[in-house]
């Protein structure tokens, strides 16, 4: 009984074992996943095509992670996870002067590489900017880009799929719809002309104060977040000052505590001699008197005895 019962504890144990160094596997194997990509990655169109390749397997922490790494906006980050966006990160293009709309959108086209559908859309945008002088001036506006007319088009897709999704099952009229909205799938097709419509919708918004004011509220983000550390900096520095300076000040209060201690033994010695010389000088002065007593009565014997005789 003994030996079985050992080996069910080495059995536990060796269970255990296995089981950390699973999880120590799994979390090596993550680490070693994240390096992989942060080596596979050199530009942000590798990020944009790595983010689509994590989205479609669902590994959304690690385009977090991607995003935060190549300094993506979190609302672009939520976007891209939800399917309103494209693609993850803007391309950076070079911001020169294109002698026509054609130009510009064969560039952006060559940058994003996309043929199944930002090519389709493109084309479409480059027969309609020839064929109008005023839509080929709304393109060459420089707050305006194909990648940007993509995320449009895919937010109203989104938008679209989302009132369906209510029109079928209550939407906010439903008390359950957190709970049914995972296990509720809305498949919806959408036409050409619909997706061409919101194209040259985009273009053709008045969106360049608006453009703007979020370029400089992007530019604030980092000074922001400089200022923030240096405060936290200062505030830390102060605090450590402030618990240095209390603990000085406690270690004297303690060392004036220690040397009152000290004092005080002495105090109460000075005060014990004080009784015992009283009780000293007590016992003397009734020794005194036994002494008197007995020098008396040793006269009266002696007269008594002379008397006698």
């Given at each position: 009984?003994?030996?079985?019962?050992?080996?069910?504890?080495?059995?536990?144990?060796?269970?255990?074992?296995?089981?950390?160094?699973?999880?120590?596997?799994?979390?090596?194997?993550?680490?070693?996943?994240t390096?992989?990509y942060?080596?596979?990655?050199?530009?942000?169109?590798?990020?944009?095509?790595?983010?689509?390749?994590l989205?479609?397997?669902?590994n959304?922490?690690?385009?977090?992670?991607?995003?935060a790494q190549?300094?993506?906006?979190?609302?672009?980050?939520?976007?891209?996870?939800?399917?309103?966006?494209?693609?993850?990160?803007?391309?950076?293009?070079?911001?020169?002067?294109?002698?026509?709309?054609?130009?510009?959108?064969?560039?952006?086209?060559?940058?994003?590489?996309?043929?199944?559908?930002?090519?389709?859309?493109?084309?479409?945008?480059?027969?309609?900017?020839?064929?109008?002088?005023?839509?080929?001036?709304?393109?060459?506006?420089?707050?305006?880009?194909?990648?940007?007319?993509?995320?449009?088009?895919?937010?109203?897709?989104?938008q679209m799929?989302?009132?369906?999704?209510?029109?079928?099952?209550?939407?906010?009229?439903n008390?359950?719809?957190?709970?049914?909205?995972?296990?509720?799938?809305?498949?919806?097709?959408?036409?050409?002309?619909?997706?061409?419509?919101?194209?040259?919708?985009?273009?053709?918004?008045?969106?360049?104060?608006?453009?703007?004011?979020?370029?400089?509220?992007?530019?604030?983000?980092?000074?922001?977040?400089?200022?923030?550390?240096?405060?936290?900096?200062?505030?830390?520095?102060?605090?450590?000052?402030?618990?240095?300076?209390?603990?000085?000040?406690?270690k004297?209060?303690?060392?004036a505590?220690?040397?009152e201690?000290?004092?005080?033994?002495?105090e109460?010695?000075?005060?014990?001699?004080?009784?015992?010389?009283?009780?000293?000088?007590?016992?003397?002065?009734?020794?005194?008197?036994?002494?008197?007593?007995?020098?008396?009565?040793e006269?009266?014997?002696?007269?008594?005895?002379?008397?006698?005789?």
């Amino acid at each position: 009984m003994q030996h079985n019962r050992w080996r069910v504890k080495r059995l536990s144990i060796f269970a255990v074992c296995s089981i950390r160094q699973s999880d120590k596997k799994s979390m090596d194997e993550k680490k070693k996943e994240t390096a992989m990509y942060e080596k596979m990655i050199n530009n942000t169109e590798e990020l944009n095509a790595m983010a689509l390749h994590l989205r479609n397997s669902q590994n959304f922490t690690e385009i977090k992670v991607l995003a935060a790494q190549w300094l993506v906006p979190k609302q672009d980050v939520e976007d891209f996870i939800k399917g309103k966006r494209f693609q993850l990160a803007e391309i950076p293009l070079s911001e020169k002067e294109y002698t026509s709309a054609v130009e510009k959108l064969r560039e952006e086209m060559w940058h994003m590489k996309d043929q199944l559908f930002t090519d389709i859309v493109g084309r479409h945008l480059m027969e309609k900017a020839e064929k109008g002088l005023l839509f080929g001036i709304q393109v060459l506006k420089k707050q305006k880009t194909l990648q940007k007319c993509m995320n449009y088009i895919m937010e109203q897709a989104y938008q679209m799929a989302e009132k369906e999704h209510d029109n079928r099952f209550g939407g906010k009229k439903n008390p359950n719809r957190r709970a049914d909205r995972t296990h509720q799938s809305v498949g919806m097709g959408i036409s050409e002309t619909k997706v061409y419509q919101w194209a040259e919708e985009y273009y053709a918004l008045d969106d360049e104060t608006k453009e703007i004011k979020e370029q400089k509220a992007e530019r604030k983000k980092p000074i922001n977040a400089l200022k923030k550390e240096e405060e936290r900096r200062q505030n830390a520095a102060a605090y450590r000052k402030a618990s240095e300076k209390g603990a000085l000040e406690g270690k004297s209060e303690k060392s004036a505590q220690k040397g009152e201690e000290k004092q005080k033994p002495e105090e109460v010695s000075g005060a014990e001699k004080q009784k015992k010389a009283e009780k000293s000088e007590r016992k003397s002065v009734q020794m005194s008197l036994f002494d008197m007593m007995a020098d008396k009565n040793e006269e009266k014997e002696g007269e008594e005895g002379h008397e006698s005789v």
